[in-house]
Structure formats: C-alpha cells, structure tokens
C-alpha cells in the first residue's frame, strides 16, 4: 500500500533497521535527527563510539538533497564511506587520493543527484573548482565531524576549520550539525562562534564510556609488562601511542622480537608505507600498531581492545580523544598509561619553546591537568569526568585501577608537615622537585648555596622515591593544603589550609596501592558466548571481508559475532535479530554464517 511504502521510507526507526541492523536508537540519537530533520542547527558532543555519525547519515537518506560532510582526515573519509557503500548507501568523497578522473565521476554524480553524502576535507571548500561545482547542488544538510578543530582553545585547531562558515554562508537554508567527542565550555561556545550557529540545539551525551578501563603504570618496567598486556589480548587489536618516531620503531621492533606482529605508523613515513601499514590493521592483518598521534584521528575500527600511552598526552582531551579508539563497539577494552618524571620533564621543555606566553601558559596548565589524573589516588574514571564538567556520583567505577585495586589508607601526616614546613621555610620561592630534594638529602648547588641543607627537615625523606613523594604532594594538592602557581616554573604554595594545618596538624591518609592492578575481565560482556565458534566465526569474517577488499568490522562487527555465537540462529528469521543485521546484510551474508552456526551447534 502506499501508506507503508511512505512509512518505510520517511521513519526513522526503520531505516535504523534496515541499514544498520538495530532495533533501537542510542540515547540522544533519536532527539538529534528529530531535530536535524526540523532544519534546525545542532551541536553534539558524544563520546567516540555513541553514534556521532549515525546522527547526520540517517537524515541524509530522508533529506532532498546532498549531505556534505566536513572531515579531517582522508583514511576517516575512506572508512566511512566503504561501511555505507556496504550498506547501499550512496556516498561518495573528494580528497587527494583521487586522480582527476575520479574526482571528475565524483563531482558528475553529485551533480546528477546520484551521491547523498559526500565527505570533503576542509581546505576543499575555498577552491574555485569546489565552489563552481557545488554552487548550483541542493544542498540538504551540512554536517561538520571533529568540530572542536575549529577552535584555538580545542587540542588539534586547525585554522582551515575557519572557512567552514562560507559553506555555510553560501547555503544559509541548510542546517549544520556540528559533532565532536571532546569539547570544555569554552570550546563549545567557540564551535557556536565560529560557525555562525547561535540558535544550535545542543546536544552533551555523558562522556563516560563504562566499558573502557582506565590505569595508569609506573614506566619503570613497562615493556615486559606491555609485552604481557599484549599477550592477554592476543590476535586483538590494540594501539600503542609514543610521543616520538623514533620510539614507535623502536618498539615495534622490540615487539616482533618478541614474537608480538606489530608495526610502526608516524608522519616520516612515504604516505604508501602509512597507507599501507593502517589498510593491514583494519583488515586484522597486524595486530599492534605504534604510533605517533597521527594515528589518532584516522581510525575508524570498533573493536580496538586496548590503547597504550607509553609516553604522556598533552592534555586530558588529547588523552580522552586517543583512548576513544579503544571499545567503540561497547565492548570491555583497557586502556593503560604509563607515567615517569622523565616523560614530565621531556613535555616541560618542550612548553617552554612555546613563544606566545598565552599559549604556554594554556599549555601548561593542560599538562598539569594531565600530571594530576596520572598521580591522583581518587577514581580516574571521576577525575575525567570532572574535567568535561560532568559530575560522578558512582563511589566505586569498577573500571579503572584505584577501584580495582586493593588500597590501604596510609597515615602520611607526618610527611605532610615535612613537606609543607620546607616548603614555608624556603619562602615558598620554589618548585615541588625543589622541596623532594631537599627532603631526599640532595647536596645539588642550589640547595647548598641557598643553605637549604641547614634546614631541620633536610634528608628526613630519603626513603621516600620521587615518585612516592610526587604522589603525596599530588594528594596534597588535591586536598587544598598546597597549589602549584601557574609560573613557567611553577612554585609549590601554601594554602590558608594548609598554614592552618601548621599551626594545629590533622590526620591526613593517602592510598597506597599493594599489588599490581591486573586488567580488568571481560565480565561486563552482554552474553556469554561459545568461544570455538566465535573464532570460527572471525575467520569467516576476514574471507568475506578480504574477498570484497574491506575491513573485517564492514562485515559484522564483534558484537554481532559474539550473539551469533552465543544464541546460534538457525533460521534467516532469527538471524535477522542479530544486532547489526539489516536487510543487504541478511541477503549478503546469512547464508555462509548460518552454515557455519549450524556445523557447530549441538
């Protein structure tokens, strides 16, 4: 009839079906298209793997009209548009991979009306041929991804961004959804600024993602214990982040010697080697990646098990927008953070090159954030939280290390009052390292020549490490008995509590963490699944995928395996209940699954 046929098309509900194969909407999804379907402006912030995308590519199909899409980065173009090509969505994208007969059949079919998203990167927009080529299209909906870029106050601005408003200015009748999963108060406002969008509905999904552990490793040990992680996580996919190219080659090659199918990725390599090198990993032909942030940005993959930062992030966005790889199918992932005083200092330097004082002083103050959730001895999953201005009510997370752990409350009042007295004594003129080393008994010139060492704490500490006493003054700090100035070498300061705390001292505790926190087990998976055929299922996976030169998450994502693996559908009807089975993917792929669900069911 065609009362349903109308149905069909126009409900949202039912496309979600039929192209993605769920059966519901993830929270806010539903309001945002409603509102995008209304031609009203919208500004999102989900947390990588909420459905950011799904929030502009279902509209798309119920619009007249183009969707442009704004991305960043050309291997996020190319992933995307291969999973909705998949699902018989026509989308198309425009970027410097193509040769000009390509972008010519490109441009052709978006002038036919053939394409309904195309994904374009932001320096396209001001060039003449783009802007003669587009200007006569219909455009229906104008959809702009990692749109914190646009802001100075973001972690990764990209002044590109700023041209995003002629787009605009150039189809005022289209709305704009703006997406990013990392965005403070003052970047939101710029995002708003920026794009000319002050009346956006604004969407803020929570920002905690239950399904990702978060733990943070001294670096001492760390490659025997990264070895081991890796181990856990075998034939997983996983992404070790380093802060120099020489470091992911380095252990990338330490890693093959270990027997551990990793490879490096970082900008000095040929763009084909890049290329390369990331096409094997989503298409789980390499394991391991070790990688500069370059790699952050570009992966699409939803069953990344585990991230590690073997060297410090810049910020907590950096840091929150990098472990975001890791679970986005909502599956337990880890994502682990090794943390040294060396690895401080290495990013100290490198602030202090920064010319604009502004700049460096934002700079350090986002690495001091950093150094806080590396030393605080309170949930992590709380203190990221708190960052993106949401509240944490839950006492116990049961998801990152400080929860996991066994803790003991350890009596530290009378090494506060060393700390706090030193720091009083020596006027507090000077650093936390300063007032350790006073403590730890060190004769450096400093100390000897400021006669620091006549002190009456002077070596009291020595069987404290640096570490150990970083830790305390971190739980100090967090405590609001001491704060560190914002000075490009920031001095350690008493505050009014903290002089009352001179004057009449208190118990004071801190946790100690007695045994090594193990990663976390997999306990929170929605079923419990038949593991043999799971692999088995994996392996037919990555034919079919390698057959039809796409990732193996294109096929079916991990989640979709493990319920095939634990409910064993024997019919294409009950196939069809499989989270992420739509209508192509049920004609395309039911068969040879069920054939192998039906070898091995009992």
Request: glycine share 4%.
């Amino acid at each position: 009839m065609p009362v349903k046929s109308l149905e069909v098309v126009t409900n949202p509900k039912i496309l979600l079906k039929k192209y993605w194969g769920h059966d519901e909407f993830r929270p806010l999804q539903e309001k945002i298209i409603d509102n995008v379907l209304s031609k009203k402006d919208s500004l999102v912030i989900m947390p990588t793997g909420a459905g950011k995308s799904l929030c502009y590519q279902l509209p798309a199909l119920l619009n007249n009209g183009l969707t442009v899409v704004i991305s960043p980065l050309i291997a996020l173009m190319h992933d995307q548009v291969i999973s909705l090509l998949s699902n018989n969505i026509a989308a198309a994208y425009l970027n410097s991979s193509l040769d000009a007969k390509q972008i010519k059949e490109v441009e052709e079919n978006v002038k036919l009306g053939r394409i309904k998203l195309l994904y374009i990167a932001p320096e396209r927009l001001v060039l003449d041929s783009f802007q003669a080529m587009i200007k006569d299209v219909n455009i229906g909906l104008i959809a702009i991804d990692e749109a914190h870029c646009i802001s100075e106050w973001g972690h990764e601005f990209r002044p590109e961004y700023r041209n995003l408003k002629v787009l605009r200015k150039s189809f005022p009748n289209a709305p704009v959804i703006a997406l990013t999963a990392t965005a403070t108060r003052r970047v939101r406002q710029d995002i708003i600024t920026e794009l000319e969008i002050d009346n956006a509905e604004i969407f803020i999904d929570s920002f905690n993602r239950p399904n990702l552990n978060y733990i943070v490793r001294p670096k001492a040990n760390a490659f025997d214990e990264i070895v081991n992680m890796l181990n856990k996580h075998n034939g997983e996919s996983s992404i070790i982040y380093c802060y120099s190219r020489k470091d992911t080659e380095e252990l990338a090659r330490k890693l093959v010697n270990e027997g551990i199918n990793a490879e490096p990725y970082h900008a000095g390599l040929d763009n084909k080697k890049r290329t390369n090198t990331q096409q094997k990993f989503m298409r789980d032909e390499i394991n391991v990646i070790t990688a500069t942030i370059a790699f952050g940005m570009g992966i699409d993959k939803p069953d990344v098990r585990l991230i590690i930062h073997y060297s410090l992030p810049k910020s907590i966005e950096n840091y929150y927008q990098e472990t975001g790889r890791a679970g986005r199918d909502g599956l337990p992932s880890d994502c682990v953070l090794f943390y040294s005083y060396k690895d401080k200092r290495k990013q100290d330097y490198f602030i202090l090159d920064i010319s604009d004082p502004e700049e460096q002083k934002r700079a350090r103050n986002k690495l001091g954030k950093v150094i806080e959730y590396c030393e605080t001895q309170e949930c992590r999953r709380h203190v990221l939280l708190t960052y993106f201005g949401e509240t944490y009510i839950e006492e116990n997370c049961d998801g990152c290390d400080i929860c996991l752990s066994d803790l003991a409350l350890v009596d530290v009042t009378e090494i506060t009052t060393h700390i706090l007295f030193t720091a009083y004594k020596t006027g507090q003129r000077f650093g936390a390292r300063y007032i350790i080393d006073i403590l730890r008994g060190s004769l450096i010139k400093r100390i000897v020549s400021n006669k620091h060492c006549e002190l009456p704490y002077f070596a009291l500490a020595k069987e404290y490490s640096v570490e150990d006493l970083g830790q305390i003054i971190n739980n100090l700090i967090a405590k609001g008995l001491v704060i560190k100035s914002d000075d490009a070498y920031p001095l350690l300061k008493l505050t009014e509590q903290g002089i009352d705390f001179l004057k009449t001292p208190f118990k004071i505790e801190a946790r100690k963490i007695e045994k090594i926190t193990k990663l976390r087990k997999s306990t929170n998976e929605k079923v419990d699944y038949d593991i043999e055929l799971f692999e088995k299922l994996r392996k037919l996976r990555k034919k079919l995928a390698d057959d039809a030169s796409v990732p193996a998450y294109v096929v079916f994502g991990d989640v979709a395996l493990r319920e095939m693996a634990a409910f064993k559908p024997c019919t294409k009807e009950e196939f069809a209940k499989i989270h992420g089975v739509g209508a192509i993917k049920l004609e395309s792929y039911s068969e040879e699954f069920l054939s192998i669900i039906d070898e091995n069911s009992e």
